[in-house]
């Protein structure tokens, strides 16, 4: 376990983050940021992700005792489109058919804020993810699994979406929705663990 020297904050709801989080053994609490994830003109996918993560991490501080706090935010591109998350099952099935056969890129914008300091590291990191081609029975029955509705793209590669994988180059962890190695690293350099 790496020892925490001051309280961190995972400003994020996000099971799949919490499990990430907690395989680094990192000691941590959760506290849900509320912010607009609305894209702003002319940004581009880093800008939006970091500028996003920052906003759930400075939101939660605002409201809650600790000194370190981690946000992120996860989108989905692929040929110039950023894909959130899905509004329904129309719109999964469109981001999954515009996937299929194709590669996509993902990227998790961070920030560790250190509230103590007022200090920030923020960050973006890709990872390109190919999907195989997907016939149309494929998909409309992993969107009956309910699975798409809270992922960015519409899947979520460490679950039933993993077989549409056949390669990626770059972050596992980011894929799936926090680039570990990065964060451990951000939290080393503010002083958070040891």
Known sequence: MMQAKSNIILASASPRRVELLSSAGI???????????????????EDHVVRLARA???????K???????????IVVCEGEIMGKPKDSADAERMLNKLSGIPHE????????????????????????????????????????GCPFDKA??????????????????????VVGLPL?????????MGAIE
Do not use: W
């Open 106 to 145: 993902v990227v998790t914008g961070f920030a560790v804020y250190d509230k103590e300091r007022d200090g920030v590291i923020t960050d973006a990191v890709r990872t390109r993810v190919y999907f195989k081609h997907l016939r149309d029975e494929e998909i409309r029955a992993y969107i009956a699994t």
């Open 56 to 62: 759930k991490a400075e939101d939660v501080a605002r």
């Open 153 to 174: 793209g519409a899947y979520a590669i460490q679950g039933g979406a993993a077989y549409m994988v056949q390669k990626i180059e770059g972050s596992y962890s980011n």
């Open 181 to 189: 190695c990065e964060v451990v690293d951000a939290l080393r350099r």
């Open 27 to 45: 000691e941590f609490e959760v506290v849900a940021g509320d912010v607009d994830e609305g894209l702003l003109s002319g940004e581009t996918p």
């Open 64 to 74: 809650s005792g600790g000194r370190f706090y981690i946000g992120a935010d996860t």
